[in-house]
């Protein structure tokens, strides 16, 4: 499988500022995903982050809340905006190499409290 | 509303007995099914899936089982390893490429 790195890896930040998760992949993938884990709930698909386009954003999750970026096809970031203790989670990037499921994979998270 | 379900958060295992971890879906559409291994400060690792044109899918000592009209699955793992601690999630998606929906997890814990 791919070496990803996350960063940060855990973060605490204060109410209403701004945190950005940075994702790289070691090689080409075709697509990548962010995820949120909250305390207690299941992974929680943010959304798809497209190379050179605007992201596809699941529902509940606005692009001004968690803009994304992926300008090429290694690197994607979240930025959680104006922060508050309700976007306490863990992060992770996620990408899918082929065309099945099994090759989708997993970063290993960013855990982010905010105060 | 939940559309993938594991009831049970916990299960603790004695070393060389069977495993035995419970999702159930709501979602009629899902058609292909996931499970997912998680260790502390990691990220999910793929263990085994299962399409809906199959019942059961063998892979070493996983096992995966889906009841369709139940909409139910399981996981079974003989034997169960110290190693096989961990938090374990269940995952659903219409078709291979659309997005998982993934359960709540169960964490077993194996004692040796």
């Known amino acids: 499988s791919a070496v990803i790195s996350q960063k940060p890896s855990r973060d605490i930040c204060q109410r209403g500022t701004s945190l950005t998760i940075q994702c790289q992949v070691d090689?080409?993938?075709?697509?990548m995903f962010w995820y949120r884990q909250q305390p207690g709930q299941s992974l929680t698909l943010i959304a798809t982050a497209n190379q050179g386009s605007e992201a596809t954003y699941e529902s509940g999750f606005v692009i001004d809340k968690f803009p994304i970026s992926r300008p090429n096809l290694t690197f994607s970031t979240l930025t959680v905006s104006n922060m508050s203790p309700e976007d306490s989670s863990i992060y992770l990037c996620?990408?899918?190499?082929?065309?099945?499921?099994?090759?989708?994979?997993f970063g290993p998270g960013t855990r982010l409290l905010v105060l | 509303d939940q559309q993938v379900k594991q009831n049970s958060p916990s299960l603790s295992v004695q070393e060389g007995r069977i495993s035995i971890l419970n999702c159930d879906y709501t979602?009629?559409?899902?058609?292909?099914f996931l499970w997912y291994k998680k260790y502390p400060a990691e990220g999910p690792t793929f263990l085994i899936s299962?399409?809906?044109?199959?019942d059961k899918n063998e892979d070493g000592r996983f096992t995966v089982f889906l009841n369709k009209s139940a909409k139910h699955l399981s996981l079974h793992i003989v034997p169960s390893q110290p190693g096989d601690s961990a938090v374990y999630f269940c995952a659903a998606s219409a078709t291979p490429i659309t997005p998982l929906v993934f359960g709540k997890g169960t964490r077993l814990s194996v004692i040796a």
């Open positions: 979602n009629s559409m899902f058609d292909y």
């Open positions: 299962i399409s809906s044109i199959k």
């Open positions: 996620s990408w899918v190499r082929g065309a099945e499921r099994e090759t989708q994979y």
């Open positions: 090689s080409q993938v075709t697509m």
